[in-house]
DNA sequence: CATATTGTGGACTAAACAGTCCAATCACGA
DNA sequence: TCGTGATTGGACTGTTTAGTCCACAATATG
C-alpha cells in the first residue's frame, strides 16, 4: 500500500451519523480501528466488492460478532472505509495543498502528484476515483461518501485559486471554482489514464494541459514569476 | 476419456491460444452472443464483481454448461465484455469521431458528450472507464483490454488532430498525441466527477478547459473560423 | 442414412459468503 | 468488592458462488 494507511480516523467528526458504535471503552475504540484499518487495506487491495468479512477477520484477529459490533453491516463498513481512505489521501497531500495560492505551489503539488504515481509504476490510480467507479452506481450512500471526500479535495484547490485572484495573481473574471473543478477532472483523468496504461507520463500530460488552462486566467500584470516551464 | 492424463496437459498448452470456443453452427453463435449480450448488460447494471454466472444463465435462459463451453471461465467472459463495451462506445460516437479534424466537429463531440450525461442524469459515467476502476488491478488481462479499447478511442481522435495540423489548424509544434491525452483526460475524469455529483456541468466545465487547451495549439494565422464560443 | 461433431440440460460438489445468536469474559463506576 | 454494561468468541444457518461432469439432443457431413 502506497498511499500509507497509518493515519489516525476521526471517528467522531464522521460517525456521528450514528450508523456505527462508537465504542466507550479504549480496548473497543483499538478494536474498531483495528478493524477499519484492516477492512480499508482490503479495499485497497481486492476492491470494494473483494473485500470479505472473513479477509477483515484473518487480518484483524477479530470475531464475527466485533464486526458486527462496531458496524452496522457490510455496507456500512465500506461507507466507513471510504471515509478513512479520504483522510489519507488529503492528510498524505497536507503538507502541499496548504500552498496552492501560487504558481509555485502549485507546480509542487503536480510535481508531487506525478513522481508517487512514477514510484508506483502507475498502478493503483486514485484510491477515491478507484471507489467511484465501483460503488457509485451500486450504493448512493457510498456514492455520497466519495462526492464528500472529493470535495474536500476540491475545496483546497478552490481556495487557494481563490487566494490568488485576490491577491491579483489571478484575472478579475478568473472562475476558481470552475477552475478547481476543471484540473481536479485533469487529475482523475489521468490518474485513470495512467492506471490503465502503466504510464506515470499519461498523468504528467494531463497536468502540463491543466496547468496551461490555469495559466490561461493569470493575471497579465508583469513580474509575474515562475512563467516558464 | 482414456487418456484424461493427455487432456490435462493439452489443455494447458492450448489455453493460451483457445481462450474461448467460436461456435460452427448458426445456433451456436446466436447462444454466445446472447450470453455475451446478457453479461454486458450485467456488468453495467451490477458491476463486473456483482455479476454472476446464475445471473447470465436467468436471464438468457442458457444452461451452466453452454457457459462454460463458449467461455473459457468467468474472468475471459468479463474480458470479452469489456470488448463488446468499448465496441458499443465507439459505435454510439462512430459518426462524431469520423469529424473531430474540425473545430466545429470537436465542439459537436463535446456538446454530445455533455448531452448524454444531461440526459442520463449524471448516472453511469464512463462504461469503459468505469470498468478500469474495478478491474485494472485485479485482472491484468482485463488491463490490457480496457487499455487496448480506451486506444481504440483515443485514437480517433489523435488522428483527427493530425490531421488539422496537417492542414495547418495546428501550430507546426502542435503535439497530437499528448493533445489526444490531455483531452481524454478531461473526459475520464469530467465523467468520474459528473458521475459521483451527480451533475453533468462537471463535464462541461472539464470539456471547456479541454477545448481552451486544444485551442492553445490552434495555429495563429487569421480568418480561422470557429473562434467563438 | 450413418455417424462424428457440436450444442444443451441439469444434477452435483465444495467453498465462500453475510448475517444471527447466545454465552462467556472484561472493565469501570458505585 | 460487586454488578452492570461493554466487549468478545465462535458455533450455526441459509444462501450464493464458480466450476465439474455426464447423458442426451441437434446438426453437419460423408
Redesign the pocket.
Known sequence: MVWSLDCQVQSDYFSLMRES?V??????RA?RERILQAAAELVAEKGAAGM????VRARTG?????L??YFE??DDLVRKVIDVTTNVVIDVQAGLLKHLDSWAGIDRWFDALVELQVDRQGCGGCPIGSLAGQLAERDSGARAAIAAGLDRWETHLRDGLARMKALGKLRHDADPSALATATMASIQGGLLLTQVRRDACQLRIALDAARANLRLSASSRPNQKGDAR
Open positions: 458504535k465504542p466507550a471503552t479504549g480496548r473497543g478494536t470479505s468479512l472473513d479477509d477479530a470475531s464475527r460478532s466485533q458486527y459490533h453491516d457490510r
